[in-house]
T-cell receptor, first 116, second 114 residues
């Protein structure tokens, strides 16, 4: 079945450490997105990518980095510069990206990141 | 950036009753989408309504859009315990970078009591 796989499901970060969250999709979607969700809050956009080897900052990109070397993969690195990384991270994809805006996004089941 | 705001924040109803959730937003949109999130899971797309549409149905779901009031409502009829989840509206609009982005509200937490 097609879908989006995020791993790991739970992740712990030590002070000063960078951690990388994995996101893989087999939906053949061009566009991929990373969101952050805090308790009782909506989703906030961290980064998005409309095509391989291209990505754009979202509303809260500081302290995060991404790469898009393959269509299927869009890993997110939470760097030590992100001082409050504890949150639920969601990856999504869509077929026509943001160019037309009229396509739904498909989500993975998230990675919950906590500080040790 | 603009943000949809859902109302109420939490809603508790008996199984079989209808549930209505509202969403308000601030600026012009291309479309508005509703998503559902079960606890600890990702979001699932429910329905998309374009800015030139006023009403849309999908099974037990009915969505309305009033662009003059910048508001939308999601009605779930004959609710079931399995409908217990958080429901989010998301507005699609052109961002400052010239591409469409989705902006999510904070959600309505629906509890359906068997």
């Amino acid at each position: 079945d097609g879908g989006i796989t995020q791993s790991p499901k739970y992740l712990f970060r030590k002070e000063g450490q960078n951690v990388t969250l994995s996101c893989e999709q087999n939906l053949n979607h061009d566009a991929m997105y990373w969101y952050r969700q805090d308790p009782g809050q909506g989703l906030r956009l961290i980064y998005y990518s409309q095509i391989v080897n291209d990505f754009q900052k979202g509303d809260i990109a500081e302290g995060y980095s991404v790469s898009r070397e393959k269509k299927e993969s869009f890993p997110l690195t939470v760097t030590s510069a992100q001082k409050n990384p504890t949150a639920f991270y969601l990856c999504a994809s869509s077929s026509s990206g943001t160019a037309r805006g009229n396509q739904p996004q498909h989500f993975g089941d998230g990675t919950r990141l906590s500080i040790l | 950036s603009q943000q949809g705001e859902e109302d109420p924040q939490a809603l508790s109803i008996q199984e079989g009753e209808n549930a209505t959730m509202n969403c308000s937003y601030k600026t012009s949109i291309n479309n508005l989408q509703w998503y559902r999130q079960n606890s600890g899971r990702g979001l699932v797309h429910l329905i998309l309504i374009r800015s030139n549409e006023r009403e849309k149905h999908s099974g037990r779901l009915r969505v309305t859009l009033d662009t003059s009031k910048k508001s939308s409502s999601l009605l779930i009829t004959a609710s079931r315990a399995a409908d217990t989840a958080s429901y989010f509206c998301a507005t699609a609009a052109i961002s400052g970078a010239g591409s469409y982005q989705l902006t999510f509200g904070k959600g309505t937490k629906l509890s359906v009591i068997p």
